[in-house]
């Protein structure tokens, strides 16, 4: 059975650091790209940054500078550090994995072939 489940969630006020973090069952992680995406109320979900197999990374301008991501091949967990966070990040954030074997193909991956349940981030001013 496959499973994402995302943790680390809250509320922060701006400058603010959270960590997100996603435990997986059943994806063979270790054979996908893994990434991040967030959806804030009323907007599409969009991609936050990827991570490769091999542990190549890759982000959106918006994040990029004050985010992390990262995946422990031994606990098979996603991670997503974030620094100074702003308003702006608020949003529900979703871990997803890539189709088997398929690379990343930037920041945003396109061929998501699970989705977590998401947790929340909400920055305050």
């Known amino acids: 059975q496959v499973q994402l489940v995302e943790s680390g969630g809250g509320s922060v006020t701006a400058g603010g650091s959270l960590t997100l973090s996603c435990a997986s069952s059943g994806v063979d992680f270790n054979l996908r790209c893994m990434a991040w995406f967030r959806q804030a109320p009323g907007n599409e979900r969009e991609g936050v940054a990827t991570i490769s197999r091999y542990g190549v990374t890759s982000y959106i301008d918006s994040v990029k500078g004050r985010s992390t991501i990262t995946r422990d091949t031994a606990k098979d967990t996603l991670s997503l550090q974030m620094n100074n966070l702003k308003p702006e990040d608020t949003a529900m954030y979703y871990c997803?994995?890539?189709?088997?074997?398929?690379?990343?193909?930037?920041?945003?991956?396109?061929?998501?072939?699970?989705w977590g349940q998401g947790t929340q981030v909400t920055v305050s001013s």
């Open positions: 997803a994995a890539g189709t088997l074997y398929r690379p990343c193909g930037g920041s945003v991956l396109n061929d998501v072939a699970y």
